[in-house]
C-alpha cells in the first residue's frame, strides 16, 4: 500500500483494535484521527489536547487500547497529565504521538519534543518513513501494554506527510476486552502513592533500556569503517542517500536509547557523527554516557535537514547557507469573512491582541492588523494584560481576537478570567465564528454541533456560555451582511468601561463550497438510486 505516515499510523491503531482514537486538529497529525475514522474506527475530537489524554488515560484504565493524536505544541497543553500518566498503572496501551514540526511550516515554534519523553518518563519511538510508522505503531500498542506504560510515538512533518510504500502485516495480539478493577494505589496520584509509583516507573525504564540494547527497532547498516552514523527518524533516510558507504545505527527505540550498543558501534568505526534533527538530544544523551561522538554544529540546529545539509554536516561546512528563494507571504482568502472584522478594527486603529489561527494571517499585508499572537487561546489574557497596564486612553483601544475552534480550545478560561479580574477600562473580546477549525483542514469542533464523521451532536453556543458567565454585553453581528451595523456595535464597545464579546457567525468561504458540493453528490447519488430502481424494475418485467 501507498500511504503517508500519518495514515500508517491510523492502520496499525485500526488493525490493533484500538477502542478509541482522540486528540485535537493540528498540522502535521491531523490526519491521523480523520483516517482512523474513514477506516470504521472510533475517532473523536476533543476540545484541547489535555482533555484528549485525560480521556485515552482512562480508557486504558479500562484495559482498552487508546491513541491520542496532536502536533507538538499539542503536548504541552497535555503536559499536565502526561506526567502522572507515566506514574500510574494503565491496563489496557496508550499510544501518543507527538507530530513535530522542525522548520515551522505551520507553528509559532519548532520545540524537540523528544524532551518530552525524558522529562515524563516515557519510551519514544521514532519512525523514519511509512513502514516504520505502521510497525512502530503496533509495536507501541503490543510491547508497552505488558509493561503497563504510555508510549510517545514522535513523529515528524515529512513522516506524517510523505508517502512511501508499507506492507501491514497483522498485529500478533489480539486486543483485550474492556473491564474495569480497582487498583487505587496506582490511579490515585496523592503523595504516598505517586512516590512510590515513581520508583516502579524507574525500574520499568531501566528494564527498558536493557530491552532497547537488543530491540529490533534498532538497526544496524553495515559499510565503510572510516565512517559511522548515529541517527534515528527522517534523518537515517537523508543519511543513506548523503553517505551511502557509511556504517549507520539507526535507533528506533530512542528513549531509553541503547548506549552500550552505540557505544560499541562508536568504538568500531574511525569517525562517528550523529545526524538528528532539531536539537542534540542523541549527542546529549550519548555523551553523558561516555561515548565519543561529534555533533552537528549550531547552525544546523534550525530548520529541517535534507540530503545537502547532511553533506554539509559531514564536510564540516559551516559557511552562510544560501537564502531560499522568497515566495509570496500568505494572505487570508479573497472570501474570507475575517477581511471585513479586520478592516474595521484597523479603521477604528486597534490594538490587536489575537490568536493561533487562520486569522493570524491578518498580521501580514496587506492589512497588518494583529499586534500580539504567541501561543493558543493566549489572545484574551493577553489582551487583559494589556488592559490593566497600558493608559486609559490607550487600553480603550486593546480588542482580543480569537477563532471559535480556538475559543473552544483555550480561550473559555480567558473569558473567566475577564469576569474574575475585569479591567478598569472593561474590556472587548471578539470571537469569530467561521464554524470550522480552518487552519487545518475544516475539521469540527463541540461549537459546530457535528462530531468528527459529521453526526450531529451537543453544541457550545458561544453567545449562551458568555452571559452564563455574568456577561451583559453580547453581540452576534454578521460583519459582512452588516458591514455599517458591526462597525457601530464595535466602536461603541469601545468606549464603553464594560465587558464586552462579540461574536461574528460567518461561515468560512471553504465550507460553504464544501457543504455545497456535499449537497450536490447527494442529489446525483439521489438520482443515481432512483435510475438503478427504474432499471431493477424494468429487468424484472422483461424477466
Known sequence: MLLSGNEAVALAAYRAGVALGTGYPGT????????????????????????????????AFGRGAALVAMKHVGLN???????????????????????????????QNEQDNRRFAVAAGVPMLEPADSQEAYDFTLAAFELYRRRRLPVMLRTTTRVCHGKSIVCPVPPTEAAESAGFHRDIASRVMIPVHARKAHRRLRRKLAEIAKYSEESEL????????????????????????????????KLGLTYPPPLKLAGRFAESVGRCVVIEEGDPYLVEQLRTAGVPVEGKPEMYRLGE???GR???????????????????LPELCKGCPHRAVFAALKKLDCIVSGDIGCYSLAALPPLEAMDLMVCMGAGIGMGLGLRHVLPAEQARRVVSVIGDSTFVHGGITGLVEMVYNPPPTGHVVLILDNQTTAMTGLQEHPGTGLTLDRRPTGKVVFED??????????????????????ERVL???????????????TPAYSRQQRKAKSEYH????????????????MMCKTT
Open 28 to 59: 502535521p497529525s491531523t490526519e491521523i484521527l480523520e483516517r482512523c475514522s474513514a477506516l470504521g474506527g472510533r475517532a473523536q475530537w476533543a476540545p484541547n489536547e489535555k482533555v484528549a489524554l485525560e480521556v485515552a488515560l482512562v480508557v
Open 77 to 107: 497543553v497535555a503536559a499536565d497529565p502526561l506526567f502522572s500518566a507515566a506514574y500510574t498503572g494503565i491496563s489496557g496501551s496508550l499510544v501518543i504521538v507527538s507530530a513535530d514540526d522542525p522548520g515551522m511550516a505551520s507553528s
Open 218 to 249: 534498532n538497526t544496524l547498516v553495515e559499510g565503510d569503517r572510516s565512517l559511522g552514523i548515529i541517527t534515528s527518524g527522517i534523518s537515517a533516510m537523508h543519511v543513506r542517500e548523503a553517505a551511502p558507504q557509511a556504517s549507520v545505527l
Open 305 to 307: 535537514l535534507d540530503v
Open 310 to 328: 547532511v553533506r554539509r554536516i559531514l564536510a564540516g561546512d559551516t559557511r552562510a547557507e544560501p537564502e531560499p528563494p522568497r515566495g509570496k
Open 465 to 486: 456560555l458568555a452571559r452564563s458567565l455574568g456577561i451583559s454585553n453580547v453581540w452576534v453581528v454578521d460583519p459582512l451582511r452588516d458591514r455599517a451595523n458591526f
Open 491 to 505: 466602536r461603541e464597545s469601545l468606549e464603553r468601561e464594560e465587558l464586552t464579546v462579540i461574536i461574528t457567525p
Open 522 to 537: 447527494g442529489r446525483l447519488r439521489l438520482r443515481g438510486v432512483r435510475r438503478c430502481r427504474r432499471l431493477q424494475n
